[in-house]
C-alpha cells in the first residue's frame, strides 16, 4: 500500500489520516511519523502499546542492488573513512499492518519474506534498535533501521535501545530526535539523486501463435508510475531499463492434452500447524488429534517420458491441482496394560526365593504415547528352612549344533593302521569277485522269464535308494553340549553335577538342503486357438522340474508352474466363433380378464380381445460367418443347433412381451325406417304384377369382417297394384267459394309432386300413369253458417299389417267453433261426424326377408392362376399364395315362420352366394436340430454308482399354420451315460525304510556305555509319485494333486545285544457284538530276544492287551427348524381356462416339508445316521394354501340417463363379494364416493324428441252462460293430453307423464267466448314469431278469419303481439359440454386401447337442455375434443421361472446344512394381475454328517532328556475329534479311524507339527514367558467414533525370576504389534468401589469390562482416593 502526502504538519504521527502531536497517544491504525527534519515518511504500523518501524524489503532489481553497493565500494576506497549512516535504496517504503497482539505482546512479526529483527544486543553488527518506553510518547517504541547491516558510525558499536527506567525521560526524548536528525541529514543529501519514477509492468497474456509448440508469443503491458503509485508519461522512466512486454512462449492446442499431464508427488508428512505459525499454541488437553497440514510437489511433464514442462501448458486443460490439504496428528496413547496376575508359587520349596505376577499388554503406545511399563514384579518367599543341604548345581545341555557329514575314514585312522585296512579291502574285493562270478552263472542257468523278474526288482530297488533322482539324503551326526551350570549362572566343572548317567551329546541327522529347481520350458500354446478381440483372453503355462527335494528344514520349493492370459498371435489365426441369441416365435397372445369382467353370465371366454401376454423361448446358437456357397446349407442349419446358454455374451433378450388382438367391430345398423309405397320388385321390368313394400336400414360403422356378416337390411311384404312413381299432395290451397262469391260452397286445389318408391321427387312424367288427386269440395261459411274446425292429421296407423284378428286403423278429427244462426244458416253436423276413420296398414302381416349364413372356407380355384403362388411358399411368411372361392348359403326366411321358398322373397335382393378370397401360404412347422447331448457327470467319479443320464433338445422356431406340416411330437431325447471311470488321481508311494545309519563311532566311542553296533539312528527312504491306478506319474503331479510329501527320514534304534524286540502291536480283534465280550490284540518277541529271560517277563514286556468291547448305543432326534413346504415335482396347477399356463405362479396344494434328524452315540458324540436307521429326515404333510382372488359382484343394471334431454350418463358397478387372500389378484381401487367397488360410466343421449305430448281434438264447447236462443257466449272447451314415445312413425305408445318435459305441456282446457251467429270467427292462433336476439323487442302469432262478420260487426284483431324477455320467452343457445366417460373398449376388449368420449348438449339460458338441433341451426362453433384415446391397464400375471435344481449342501458336515433352489421373475405383475409370491426362494435340510477334524493336544511340558535343565523338547498328539460343526468346543474325541479320509492338516496347515525345541530354564535362571495370544483388534476411537488410523493388536512376553541374586540379569520384557482389520473401539473410565471407613477402591475399566492400567480415555481426574487405589476391585 503507498500512502499519499498528509496534510498534517511536522512533528506529528499520522494514523488513517488522523494526526497526533508527538507525546500524545496517537489513534491506532496505519501511522507515520511526519519528521520536522525532511520529508521523509517512515512507516510505523501500530497496534496497542508498540510503535513500529518496519525495516525495508530486499532490493528487488538489479539496478537497486546496485545502489546499494556504491555506498560500499565509496567505503572500500576511503579505507576506513566510514559514513554515519548507509544511503536508504530508492525505492518506495511499503506499509504492513502488524500482527494481531495475541501473536507477540512486546513486537510485530516481520513478513515471511524477512529476516527476524535482531535483539538489541546486536544492533552493532546488524542492524539499529530503539526501544523508547512509555513517557516519551505514551507507548513503547521499536524501530528498526530499513537500510544496511552496518549499524551507526563513529565508534556506535553498543546498544542504543534502552528499556524502561534506564534513561530519564528526557534522554530519551533526546535520543530519538537525534537518530531521526542524523536520517534526515543522510536522506537530504542523497534526495535529488534519487529516482522518482520506475517502470511497472502487467501479468503475462494468453500464447499466441498460429503453430502448435514452442513457437508463440505472449504479451503483457508495460507502463511507467510514480513512486507513489500514480501512471506517468514514459519519457519519465528510463528507457534503458525499459523491462519487454513480449517474450517467446509454447503455444497450447486441444492435441497437447495427449502428451502432457501433471504429475503429481506423495504427501509429505504432516506437520502440525503450530510449527508453521509459530504464534499458535497447542492445546493443552488433545481431543481428536492436532491439526496438520501436508504437501506435496506438482508439476507438468509430458506423459512419455516425464520430462518436465511449463505450467502453463497443463493449466490450459484443468486447474493445478492443490499443493496443500490438511491432515490430522492423533493424540498420542498411552500404552494399556492388564491387572496383574495372582502371585504364582515360590520358586523353591525352601530358604529364600522369589514369587512373580505379571500382567500383558493390551494397547500399544501409539502416536507418541507413553512406553509401557514393566510386565513383572517379584517378592521374595520363604516356605521355610531347608533340612539338608541345597541343591546349588544343576546338569544343563545346549542346542544341538549344525549337522555335518563324518570324516573319511582315511582322514581319522591313524598311520600304523593303515596297512591293515590294506589288506583288509583286498580281502574285501576278492569276497565280491566271487559273489559277482557266483551270479554270472545263476544268470546262465535262469530262463528268460526269471531273468526278467530279477531286472524289475534291480529297478526297483534303485528307485528305492535314498540318493534318487530328486533328492540327495546325506546322513550326518549333530552335537550337543552339557554343562554344570551354578544357581548363580556360573559354569562349574562337570564333576560337580551329581549324576548317574549323563544325557546323550549326539545324534544322527540328514544334511540340509535346499530345494533346487530346473529352467523354465517353453510356454505352452495358448489355449484359446482363434483371434476374438472382445471376448475373454487364454491362457498359456510352463512347468519347471524339481531337481532336489528340500531335506532336513531347508528352503521350500518355489512354485513349478506359472500361468498368465494370452492372445494367439500369427496372421493365420482364425477368428473366434462367435455367438448369438436367437428365439423363437412368440406364441399367441393370451388375454386374462379383468375381475371387473369375470361375469358368470359370460361363459364363453374364447373371443377375449385386448391386450395380453405372449411368451416365446430364448436359446443360444454360433452366429453364421462367411462361407463357400456348397457349405452354407450344412452351415445354416449348424447355425441353428442350440448349445450352451453360457457360450452367448450379453443379456438374453426378453421372454415375454405385452401384446394386443384387435377387438372385432361388429357389424352396427340403424333403425328401420317406416314402410314404403306397394312397388315393383323391379321397376324396370313391370311384367311381373306382384309387388312388395319395403323397409330397409343401413350400415352405421365399417366391421371387421366385412359387410358380409351383418343382419338382413332389407324385408318385404307382398302387396298388390303396385307401382314404382306416385302422386305425393304436399298441400291443399285455400278453398275457394264457387261463382266468385264471398261464401258458401267451393273447392279446394291440391298441390302435388311425382315421387319414387323410395319417396324422392322425379319428373312429373313418370307419373303420368297414376292417378292425380283430384280438388276437393270444402265451404266457407257465411256468416249465420256453423263454423267447423279443419281437419286434424291421420293419427298413427294402429296397426303395422292387417291380419285376421288386426285391422289398422287411422283417425281424424275436426271441432265446431261456432254455431249457426236458428233457420238462417247451414247447420251443424252430428258429433259423429266430427270424427273420420279409414283403414291403413291393409298388406298382410308376412314379412320376408333373406337370410345369409356365414362364408365359408376358402378353398383354392384352380381356374384363377396365380402368378406368386411359389414365391409366397418360398418365404414361407403369411404372403397370400393364390387366390380361392368361398361360398355361402343364403335362403329365404319368413319372419316368425321360418325358411320359405325363394319366391317368397324380392329376387332382384337376393345376396351373392360366392365370392372370390386370398389364400395364404401353407406354412410347416420348423424345429431346430437337436442340441449336443448334455454332457455327462465328470469323465470320472469318486464313489458311487448313481445312474446319470444326458439329455438333448429341439425348439420349435415356427408353429404350423394354414394346414402346414405338423410338428413332431418328441421334442426332448435321453439316453444313460457311459459307465464312468474312477477319477484319475495321483498319490505318494513309500518305498522301504533303509538301513538305519548310525552315528559314526569315532564320534560315539568317548561317550560312556556306548556300543559301535547298535544305539539311536536315522534310517531314509524314497518316494514316489504314482497315478491311482498304480502307474508311474510325474513328480510335479503329486505335489499339485496329492497331499502333503510323506516324511523321507525317521529316527531308528539299533537294538543292542541286551535289548529285547518286539514287533509293533497288531489291530484289535473285532467284536462279535456290542456290549459283548473282549478284543485283543498282540506282539511277539523278535530274534535272540525270544531266548532272553528278562524279555519273558510280561510285566515289562507285554504281548497282548484286553479290552471290552465297545457298548454303542445311539438315539435319533430332530434338529433344526422345519423346511419350506415343498410341492412334489410337476406339481402345476391348471390356468384358469382349462390349459397349462407357462410360468403360472398359481402353484398350492399339499406338499411335504422336512426336518433333519441327527444321531448321537451313548457319549453324546455326534455319528452317521444310518446308525440310527434314519434316512436322515422326518417328513410330514403340509399345505400350501391356494390364492384366492378378489371376487366382485356381478354388473348392476345401468342406470337411467341423468339427463332426459339431451347428453348425460348412465352408470354401472360392481361390489365386492370377497376380498383376495393368500396372493390372490388384488382388487380394483376402491370408489370411496359411492362404495362401489368397480364402476363404469358411458355417455348417453336422450332424444329431447323422444317423448312428446299428444294433445286429442278439442271438445264441444261448453257454454256456462247459455243463451239458450243464440247457443253463443263464454265458454270452455277441453282436451285430453297424453305423453307419448315418439318413433320414426309418430307417436305410439303412452308412457308415463313424468317423462315429458311438464313446461311444454299443451293445456287440457281453454275458457274462450263462443262467437255468436253473424260474428266474426277466427281461427286458432299461430305459433308465436321467434324472439330475435337481444331479448328487447317483441313477438307475434297470427289468426285467419274462417267467417266473416255479418253487417254491423267487425272481426277482432288477427294479429297479437307480446314483448319478449329473457328466458321467458327469449332465450339464448350455447353448448356445454359433458364428463368425460371411463375408458371404452370393444364389446369383448379385456384391455388395452379404447377412446373416452364426452358428448355436447344444447342448453338454453335458463340451464334447460334443448334439443341439439337448435343449437345447430344458430351455427355455433364446435371447438372440443369429443373422443381421445385412452388405454385401460392389462392384467398381467407374474410368471416365474421353474425352480431351478437343488444347490449343493451349504456345510459339508455339522447340523446347520441347507440345501437351496430358487426361482426368479419373468414377468412382473401389472393392472390387478395376481401378483408374485414372496417366497422366492426354498430350503431343506441336509442330511446331518458330523464334522470330523484333526485336532493337537496341548503342548506336553518341555523336558531336557537327561539333564535338569537347558534345551530340550516338548510334544503334542494329533487326534481325530467329531463336532457338530456349530463351533462351540473343540468337540469330542473319537478314533482316528474316522478320520482316515481326511487330509493330514490341522485349522488349515498340512505342516503337521508334533514336537518342537523349547528351553527348561535352570534354577535361579531368569527367562521370558511364551508370547501371548494376540489382543483383540482395537481402533484409534474417540466418543465411539473411528479417526480412521486402522486397528492394531498386540502381544507380550513377561520375565519370569526365580533367584533374588539374578535379577540383575534377567532381560527386557519384549512386545510386538501389528495392523489387523475389523477392530472395535473401547472406552476406558474410572470405577469406584464402595467407601469403607475413609478409603474405597478406584481402578480404570475398559468398556468391555476389563481391568486396566494406563489408558487410552482422556485425561481425567481420577476420583478422589485417601490412600492408594489398589489395581482392581477384590
Not at 535361579?1564 to 465411539?1584: A, F, H, I, K
Request: one cysteine or more.
Amino acid at each position: 500500500m503507498h500512502l499519499r502526502a498528509s496534510p498534517c504538519p511536522r512533528d506529528t504521527i499520522v494514523c488513517n489520516s488522523l494526526c497526533s502531536p508527538l507525546g500524545k497517544q496517537p489513534i491506532l491504525g496505519d501511522c507515520l511519523l511526519r519528521s520536522t527534519y525532511g520529508k521523509r515518511r517512515l512507516i510505523m504500523p501500530l497496534k496497542e502499546g508498540n510503535l513500529h518501524l518496519m525495516q525495508q524489503p530486499e532490493p528487488e532489481t538489479e539496478r537497486e542492488r546496485e545502489r546499494e553497493r556504491e555506498p560500499e565500494r565509496a567505503r572500500e576506497d576511503s579505507k576506513g573513512a566510514r559514513t554515519a549512516f548507509h544511503s536508504p535504496p530508492d525505492y518506495p517504503i511499503r506499509t504492513t499492518r502488524a500482527p494481531s497482539c495475541e501473536r507477540d505482546k512486546s513486537r510485530a512479526a516481520l513478513p515471511s519474506s524477512l529476516p527476524h529483527p535482531p535483539a538489541p544486543r546486536a544492533l552493532a553488527s546488524e542492524s539499529l534498535g530503539l526501544l523508547v518506553s512509555p513517557p516519551v510518547f505514551g507507548f513503547g517504541v521499536d524501530i528498526y533501521w530499513p537500510w544496511g547491516s552496518h549499524g551507526l558510525a563513529g565508534g556506535v558499536q553498543g546498544t542504543l535501545g534502552v528499556r524502561r527506567g534506564a534513561l530519564p525521560p528526557l534522554w530519551r526524548l533526546a535520543a530519538l530526535l537525534l537518530l531521526l536528525g542524523v536520517w534526515e541529514v543522510k536522506t537530504q543529501t542523497e534526495e535529488d539523486t534519487k529516482p522518482v519514477y520506475v517502470w511497472q509492468t502487467g501479468p503475462w497474456g494468453r500464447c499466441m501463435g498460429s503453430e502448435c509448440g514452442p513457437g508463440g508469443r505472449q504479451s503483457r503491458a508495460v507502463w511507467c508510475a510514480h513512486s507513489e503509485g500514480w501512471t506517468t508519461l514514459h519519457t519519465n522512466c528510463d528507457e534503458a531499463l525499459r523491462p519487454d512486454n513480449q517474450q517467446s512462449c509454447f503455444h497450447v492446442c486441444d492435441w497437447h492434452k495427449e502428451l502432457y499431464d501433471w504429475q503429481l508427488g506423495a504427501w509429505n508428512q504432516c506437520v502440525p500447524v503450530s510449527m508453521r505459525s509459530p504464534g499458535v499454541q497447542r492445546p493443552a488437553v488433545c481431543t481428536r488429534g492436532d491439526e496438520g497440514i501436508q504437501t506435496r510437489e506438482v508439476g507438468c511433464v509430458q506423459k512419455a517420458d516425464g520430462v518436465p514442462a511449463e505450467d502453463a501448458i497443463c493449466e490450459y486443460f484443468e486447474p493445478k491441482p492443490r499443493l496443500e490439504q490438511a491432515c490430522l496428528i492423533p493424540c498420542p496413547r498411552d500404552c494399556v496394560v492388564s491387572q496383574f496376575t495372582p502371585w504364582n508359587a515360590c520358586s523353591k520349596t525352601c530358604g529364600t526365593g522369589l514369587q512373580n505376577r505379571i500382567r500383558f499388554v493390551l494397547a500399544p503406545p501409539l502416536f507418541g504415547g507413553s512406553a509401557c511399563p514393566n510386565l513383572t514384579e517379584f517378592q521374595t518367599c520363604q516356605p521355610g528352612a531347608c533340612q539338608g543341604e541345597e541343591s546349588l548345581y544343576s546338569l544343563r545341555v545346549g542346542s544341538w549344533g549344525l549337522c555335518s557329514v563324518p570324516l573319511q575314514r582315511q582322514a581319522r585312522q591313524a598311520p600304523e593302521k593303515g596297512k591293515k585296512r590294506q589288506k583288509k579291502a583286498k580281502n574285501k574285493e576278492r569276497v565280491r569277485e566271487k559273489v559277482r562270478e557266483r551270479m554270472r552263472d545263476r544268470g546262465r542257468v535262469k530262463d528268460p522269464e526269471t531273468r526278467e523278474l530279477i531286472k524289475k526288482k534291480r529297478i526297483r530297488n534303485r528307485q528305492n535308494r535314498q540318493g534318487g533322482k530328486f533328492w540327495d539324503l546325506q546322513v550326518g551326526y549333530q552335537t550337543r553340549e552339557v554343562t554344570c551350570v551354578h544357581k548363580s549362572g556360573d559354569t562349574e566343572a562337570l564333576s560337580l553335577c551329581s549324576q548317574d548317567t549323563l544325557p546323550v551329546t549326539y545324534q544322527a541327522c540328514v544334511m540340509t538342503k535346499d530345494c533346487e529347481v530346473g529352467e523354465w520350458a517353453d510356454w505352452s500354446a495358448c489355449s484359446k486357438d482363434c483371434y476374438d478381440l472382445n471376448g475373454p483372453k487364454g491362457e498359456r503355462a510352463r512347468n519347471r522340474r524339481v531337481r532336489q527335494f528340500p531335506v532336513g528344514g531347508g528352503a521350500e520349493c518355489p512354485d513349478v508352474e506359472e500361468k498368465e492370459p494370452c492372445t494367439p498371435q500369427g496372421d493365420g489365426v482364425p477368428p473366434c466363433v462367435v455367438y448369438n441369441w436367437k428365439t423363437t416365435e412368440w406364441s399367441e397372445c393370451r388375454v386374462d380378464m379383468l375381475l371387473s369382467q369375470q361375469d358368470r353370465r359370460r361363459g364363453n371366454q374364447t373371443g377375449l380381445c385386448g391386450g395380453g401376454v405372449q411368451n416365446r423361448e430364448v436359446y443360444c446358437v454360433q452366429a453364421p460367418s462367411d462361407m463357400p456357397s456348397n457349405l452354407s446349407a450344412l452351415k445354416s442349419k449348424e447355425a441353428s443347433r442350440p448349445v450352451d446358454s453360457d457360450l452367448c455374451l450379453g443379456v438374453a433378450p426378453s421372454t415375454t412381451q405385452l401384446c394386443h388382438i384387435a377387438c372385432p367391430v361388429e357389424c352396427d345398423v340403424s333403425s328401420w325406417s317406416a314402410w314404403g309405397p306397394c312397388t315393383f320388385e323391379n321397376c324396370q321390368d313391370q311384367a311381373a304384377k306382384k309387388g312388395f313394400k319395403l323397409r330397409k336400414r343401413r350400415i352405421a360403422n365399417d366391421p371387421t369382417a366385412g359387410t358380409g356378416n351383418c343382419p338382413h337390411l332389407v324385408e318385404a311384404i307382398p302387396c298388390d297394384d303396385p307401382s314404382c312413381y306416385d302422386w305425393l299432395l304436399v298441400r291443399l290451397e285455400e278453398c275457394v267459394p264457387d261463382n266468385e262469391k264471398e261464401c258458401g260452397p267451393g273447392t279446394q286445389v291440391p298441390q302435388v309432386q311425382c315421387i319414387n318408391s323410395d319417396g324422392e321427387y322425379v319428373d312429373r312424367q313418370l307419373c303420368r300413369d297414376a292417378i292425380l288427386p283430384m280438388p276437393v269440395v270444402c265451404e266457407v261459411p257465411c256468416p249465420k253458417d256453423c263454423v267447423l274446425s279443419p281437419w286434424t292429421s291421420w293419427t298413427q296407423c294402429s296397426h303395422t299389417c292387417s291380419g285376421k284378428n288386426t285391422e289398422g286403423k287411422q283417425t281424424r278429427a275436426r271441432s265446431i267453433l261456432a254455431y249457426n244462426a236458428g233457420q238462417g244458416g247451414v247447420q251443424c253436423p252430428n258429433i259423429s261426424a266430427l270424427l273420420e276413420a279409414r283403414s291403413c296398414n291393409e298388406h298382410p302381416c308376412t314379412v320376408y326377408h333373406w337370410q345369409t349364413g356365414p362364408w365359408g372356407q376358402c378353398i383354392e380355384d384352380t381356374s384363377i392362376p396365380a402368378p406368386n403362388s411359389s414365391l409366397g411358399r418360398a418365404r414361407g411368411d403369411d404372403a397370400t399364395c393364390s387366390v380361392g372361392m368361398q361360398t355361402r348359403k343364403v335362403i329365404c326366411v319368413r319372419v316368425n315362420v321360418g325358411q320359405v321358398p325363394p319366391k317368397k322373397c324380392p329376387e332382384s335382393l337376393r345376396p351373392d352366394t360366392v365370392r372370390p378370397c386370398l389364400l395364404p401360404c401353407k406354412r410347416d412347422c420348423i424345429v431346430t436340430p437337436y442340441s449336443e447331448w448334455s454332457p455327462c457327470p465328470a469323465a470320472c467319479q469318486a464313489g458311487g454308482n448313481t445312474k446319470r443320464k444326458q439329455t438333448r433338445k429341439r425348439l420349435i422356431i415356427q408353429l404350423p399354420a394354414n394346414g402346414g406340416q405338423d410338428c413332431p411330437e418328441v421334442l426332448t431325447q435321453e439316453r444313460d451315460c457311459d459307465a464312468p471311470s474312477l477319477c484319475q488321481g495321483f498319490r505318494w508311494k513309500t518305498h522301504k525304510w533303509r538301513r538305519c545309519q548310525l552315528v559314526p563311532w569315532s564320534v560315539r566311542q568317548d561317550s560312556p556305555g556306548a556300543q559301535e553296533t547298535c544305539g539311536p539312528g536315522l534310517q531314509a527312504r524314497a518316494v514316489s509319485c504314482r497315478k491311482q491306478d498304480g502307474g508311474q506319474a510325474d513328480v510335479g503331479s503329486c505335489l499339485k494333486f496329492a497331499s502333503s510329501m510323506p516324511p523321507l527320514t525317521q529316527p531308528c534304534q539299533l537294538p543292542c545285544q541286551d535289548d529285547c524286540q518286539m514287533t509293533s502291536w497288531s489291530k484289535f480283534s473285532s467284536c462279535t457284538a456290542d456290549c459283548v465280550g473282549v478284543r485283543t490284540r498282540k506282539r511277539v518277541l523278535v530274534g535272540k530276544s525270544k531266548k532272553r529271560d528278562q524279555c519273558k517277563n510280561n510285566q515289562v514286556y507285554p504281548l497282548s492287551e484286553t479290552q471290552y468291547c465297545p457298548c454303542n448305543k445311539y438315539n435319533a432326534q430332530p434338529v433344526g427348524n422345519w423346511s419350506d413346504c415343498i410341492l412334489p415335482e410337476g406339481g402345476r396347477v391348471e390356468g384358469q381356462l382349462g390349459m397349462k399356463v407357462q410360468g403360472d405362479i398359481k402353484e398350492c396344494g399339499q406338499g411335504y416339508r422336512y426336518q433333519a434328524m441327527v444321531c448321537y452315540d451313548q457319549e453324546n458324540r455326534l455319528v452317521e445316521t444310518s446308525r440310527c436307521n434314519s434316512h436322515g429326515y422326518i417328513e410330514e404333510a403340509c399345505i400350501i394354501p391356494c390364492p384366492s382372488d378378489c371376487k366382485l359382484s356381478e354388473w348392476s343394471n345401468w342406470s337411467r340417463c341423468s339427463k332426459s334431454c339431451g347428453s348425460g350418463v348412465k352408470v354401472r358397478s360392481k361390489w365386492l363379494r370377497e376380498k383376495p387372500y393368500n396372493g390372490g389378484r388384488p382388487c380394483p381401487k376402491l370408489d370411496h364416493v359411492n362404495q362401489a367397488q368397480v364402476y363404469e360410466v358411458v355417455p348417453c343421449l336422450s332424444d329431447c324428441g323422444q317423448y312428446v305430448w299428444v294433445a286429442e281434438p278439442w271438445s264441444v264447447w261448453k257454454v256456462s252462460n247459455v243463451d239458450l236462443k243464440e247457443n253463443c257466449g263464454e265458454g270452455v272447451q277441453t282436451r285430453k293430453v297424453r305423453c307419448m314415445q315418439n318413433t320414426i312413425d309418430g307417436p305410439s305408445d303412452q308412457v308415463d307423464d313424468y317423462l315429458c318435459d311438464p313446461e311444454e305441456m299443451p293445456l287440457g282446457a281453454r275458457d274462450s267466448r263462443l262467437p255468436c251467429p253473424e260474428d266474426c270467427v277466427l281461427s286458432d292462433w299461430g305459433d308465436w314469431s321467434p324472439c330475435p336476439l337481444p331479448c328487447n323487442s317483441s313477438r307475434e302469432r297470427l289468426a285467419s278469419p274462417i267467417r266473416l262478420p255479418g253487417e254491423g260487426k267487425q272481426c277482432p284483431p288477427t294479429t297479437e303481439t307480446a314483448p319478449c324477455k329473457l328466458n321467458s320467452n327469449c332465450f339464448y343457445y350455447s353448448y356445454n359440454i359433458t364428463d368425460w366417460s371411463t375408458c371404452q373398449l370393444s364389446e369383448r376388449a379385456v384391455c388395452g386401447s379404447g377412446i373416452k368420449t364426452r358428448m355436447l348438449d344444447c342448453v338454453r339460458s335458463d340451464g334447460k337442455s334443448v334439443d341439439l338441433t337448435l343449437c345447430e341451426k344458430l351455427g355455433l362453433e364446435r371447438k372440443w375434443q369429443m373422443n381421445v384415446s385412452c388405454v385401460v391397464e392389462c392384467p398381467v400375471n407374474c410368471q416365474l421361472s421353474d425352480w431351478s435344481p437343488w444347490s449343493e449342501c451349504t456345510h459339508t458336515c455339522g447340523l446347520a446344512g441347507k440345501l437351496w433352489r430358487k426361482r426368479t421373475v419373468l414377468q412382473a405383475p401389472q393392472g390387478d394381475g395376481r401378483p408374485c409370491p414372496p417366497q422366492m426362494e426354498q430350503w431343506k435340510p441336509c442330511p446331518v454328517r458330523p464334522c470330523y477334524r484333526w485336532h493337537y493336544s496341548s503342548w506336553s511340558q518341555c523336558t531336557s532328556e537327561g539333564a535338569r535343565c537347558g534345551e530340550g523338547l516338548r510334544f503334542r498328539n494329533v487326534s481325530c475329534f467329531v463336532s457338530d460343526g456349530e463351533g462351540r468346543g473343540e468337540g469330542s474325541l473319537v478314533d482316528d479311524e474316522l478320520c482316515g479320509d481326511l487330509e493330514p492338516s490341522v485349522d488349515g496347515d498340512k505342516q503337521i507339527t508334533l514336537e518342537e525345541a523349547c528351553t527348561v530354564p535352570c534354577p535361579g535362571e531368569c527367562y521370558l514367558t511364551d508370547w501371548t495370544e494376540w489382543s483383540p483388534c482395537q481402533l484409534s476411537c474417540v466418543g465411539g467414533d473411528d479417526l480412521g488410523f486402522g486397528s492394531v493388536q498386540v502381544r507380550s512376553r513377561a520375565v519370569l525370576a526365580q533367584e533374588p541374586e539374578n535379577l540383575m540379569q534377567c532381560p527386557e520384557p519384549e512386545w510386538e504389534a501389528r495392523p489387523c482389520t475389523e477392530g472395535q473401539c473401547y472406552d476406558y473410565k474410572w470405577m469406584t468401589g464402595a467407601w469403607r471407613a475413609s478409603s474405597r477402591q478406584v481402578w480404570c475399566q475398559r468398556s468391555d469390562g476389563l481391568n486396566v492400567t494406563g489408558t487410552w480415555a482422556l485425561p481425567d481426574r481420577s476420583p478422589l482416593t485417601p490412600y492408594r487405589p489398589t489395581a482392581g476391585p477384590s
